[in-house]
């Protein structure tokens, strides 16, 4: 029997554009190693009158953060819920004390999915322009063009972004409509993620009490927040370095034009270091925190940190170096850009202009990283924090929470969408893109 757990895409702008006029949303971004909510406050008339030359800035003065809420994440691994009543307990958890600190209550929400196991696909779709001057529905037929993604069973259509239009002969366009011309092409961007991540997203956001008013990828949304205005235009990507999974986002011409996912991110060094010295995860990760590194010097031999032993008697305890503990973490995050360095081969990223790599998330914050990153991928490369939002207080402005603010960012200024643009009349149904919107309407 199927249930109709949540609406559709199109009906989940809907709710997005209703959160938008009521002037409150909430953003949920459910990590392996913390969930975090921030509630926004939207200027419903400043929204309105932020042009398009502002871009995302004319969107972030619109808003303001009025509440914080974090938490340590329970029942996720490899950024996918392994355990709902436990997810469920972390997601109220944290919605609880960002209400709190707002002194208001929400109804809806937008959610980040950091796993699934995401795949690119790149089509193409032309239409003839039917009036000489291009309107919604030119557009609409350009993208109803675009041929079917292989079919797979047990994945979906998450994002369909038109990211290039040519009309005529001219290329490299944003958004065509009122311009004039006979052919219009578009070039689009789909990502397909498995679709039982997203159902469990939906029954978690649902038994809290709230309407998802959109999902989104992590490392998309730390793209957002974490790369400049010029990074997303001549070609960059962002590297989201997260406790299970670490996610790569290639942004060109200020589109997502790419998106990968490696399964290994900072909870894997933390078990390395838990294995290697033999002392239980929360100490594990606190000594990462507070003396981990990933370049050593002949300093670190003489730094001395005192453990807890595993299973032995209360107070007892035993001593590591640093340097030690440096050549346990150091292997692990090689490894991780190895796997970085093999998505940005496989999606072309050295033909792109500017080719910098922009490392952010609760992983990147190890002494070191730029370093061994530049060494083993071999680009530019800079620690991105998130851009400041109001009212967003310093607690929250690190890396660690890249991923929450690009969801603030996509809130006011989200990108348009396949379901964006109605159906032209006498297209023959069945595509697969038209069966994804069907798809969501039924089983969400």
Known sequence: MRHALFASQS???????????????????????????????????????????????????????????????????????????????????????????????VDQVIGAVSGARPVSW??????????????????????????????????????????????DQTSFLSDPRGMTGQNLSVDMHILSVASAPLRNLARCVRRCDLELAGVVTAPYSSGLSSLVEDEQELGAACVDMGGGATGVSIFLRKQLICLDVARVGGAHVTRDISEAFGIDTATAERIKTLHGGVMATGLDDREQITVPVLGGDEGETRTITRAALIGVIRPRVEEIFEEVRHLLDRAGFGGLPSRRVVLTGGGSQLPGLEDVARRVIGQRVRIGRPLRVAGLPQSAAGPAFSAAVGLAAYAVRPHDEFWDFEEPAGLSGGTRLRRTVRWFKDNW
Do not use: W
């Not at 949920?28 to 926004?40: M, Q």
């Not at 001057?133 to 557009?139: A, F, G």
């Open 11 to 105: 009906m989940m702008r809907d709710q997005l554009r209703s959160a938008l006029k009521r002037g409150l949303l909430a953003v949920l971004d459910i990590g392996t190693s913390k969930t975090a909510c921030l509630i926004l406050r939207i200027d419903p008339a400043k929204l309105a009158a932020a042009t398009a030359e502002e871009g995302r800035q004319g969107g972030y003065l619109a808003m303001r953060v009025i509440g914080v809420g974090v938490t340590q994440s329970r029942g996720v691994r490899l950024g996918e819920i392994v355990d709902m009543e436990e997810c469920e307990r972390a997601i109220r958890t944290a919605l609880q004390a960002a209400e709190k600190m707002a002194g208001v209550r």
């Open 122 to 167: 790149g089509f193409t779709g032309d239409a003839e322009v039917m009036s000489g001057e291009v309107t919604d529905q030119d557009v609409a037929a350009a993208l109803a063009a675009c041929p079917e993604p292989p079919a797979e069973e047990g994945r979906e259509i998450l994002h369909a972004l038109p990211v290039n239009f040519t009309l």
